[in-house]
C-alpha cells in the first residue's frame, strides 16, 4: 500500500527558515521522482521543486536560491528546506510522487508566514 505523509509545516516568521518532510512508503523509492508542489484553494498549482531518479533537483522560479529539495533513501524520505520565507510562501505544500506503476499525492501540509 501507498503512503505518502508530509510534515514540517507551521507559522514562522518572515525572514525565517522551515523544513518540510515526505515520507514515501509502499514504492520504490529510488526510482521515483519527487516532487514538491504548493497550491492555495482556487489557485493554480505551483512546482516548488523537484528531485529525480537520478538526483537531479529543479526548482520554481519564486523559490530558487532560498529553497533545497534533499533526500534520504534510507528513511524514505525527502526533505524540503526552506529558508528566508516570505509572505508570498504562505499556502498549502503537497509531495507529490511519480513512479513507474503510477502518481501518488500527500495530503498536504499548511505553512504560514507571519509576523
Known amino acids: 500500500q501507498v503512503r505518502i505523509v508530509e510534515s514540517g509545516g507551521g507559522l514562522v516568521q518572515p525572514g525565517g527558515s522551515l523544513t518540510l518532510s515526505c515520507v514515501a512508503s509502499g514504492i520504490s523509492f529510488d526510482r521515483a521522482a519527487i516532487s514538491w508542489f504548493r497550491q492555495d484553494p482556487g489557485n493554480k498549482r505551483e512546482l516548488v521543486a523537484v528531485?529525480?531518479?537520478?538526483?537531479?533537483?529543479n526548482y520554481g522560479d519564486s523559490v530558487k536560491g532560498r529553497f533545497t529539495i534533499y533526500s534520504d533513501s534510507a528513511k524514505k524520505t525527502v526533505f524540503l528546506q526552506m529558508t528566508s520565507l516570505k509572505s508570498e510562501d504562505t499556502t498549502v505544500y503537497y509531495c507529490?510522487?511519480?513512479?513507474?506503476?503510477?502518481?501518488?499525492w500527500g495530503q498536504g501540509t499548511q505553512v504560514i508566514v507571519s509576523s
Open positions: 507529490n510522487v511519480l513512479t513507474d506503476m503510477g502518481e501518488y
Open positions: 528531485i529525480g531518479r537520478n538526483g537531479d533537483t
